[in-house]
């Protein structure tokens, strides 16, 4: 079992920054990725940013690259988003999740890859 608390998000202004932050409790050891997904009222959850726990490597969905920066503090039990020169279309409740999986193929931006999910924060950023 394991658990997820994001926080962080809030209410900005376009250009403004937010750092939100999920924190994760229970058996973490076998974490082989943790994401950040977003989901805006009307539209499908989109994947924004992976991190696989173990190599460090880290993807960005095209949109938010060179904006966004995801980051991980193992001794924490905790990932990072970053979010830079936020934009009005960046507005959504943002979720992170874990994939606890061991898989022969691993696509990070796919939901139904991910085993646990927070309750989600909300990001809205006004022009």
């Known amino acids: 079992q394991v658990q997820l608390v994001e926080s962080g998000g809030g209410s900005v202004q376009a250009g403004g920054s937010l750092r939100l932050s999920c924190t994760a409790s229970?058996?973490?050891?076998?974490?082989?990725?943790m994401g950040w997904f977003r989901q805006a009222p009307e539209k499908e959850r989109e994947g924004v940013a992976g991190?696989?726990?173990?190599?460090?490597?880290?993807y960005y969905r095209e949109s938010v690259k060179g904006r966004f920066t995801i980051s991980q503090d193992n001794a924490k039990n905790t990932v990072y988003l970053q979010m830079d020169s936020l934009k009005p279309e960046d507005t959504a409740m943002y979720y992170c999740a874990a994939d606890l999986s061991e898989r022969l193929v691993s696509i990070w931006y796919k939901p139904d890859e991910y085993n646990y999910w927070g309750q989600g924060t909300q990001v809205t950023v006004s022009s």
């Open positions: 229970g058996y973490t050891y076998n974490t082989r990725k």
């Open positions: 991190i696989y726990t173990r190599s460090g490597l880290t």
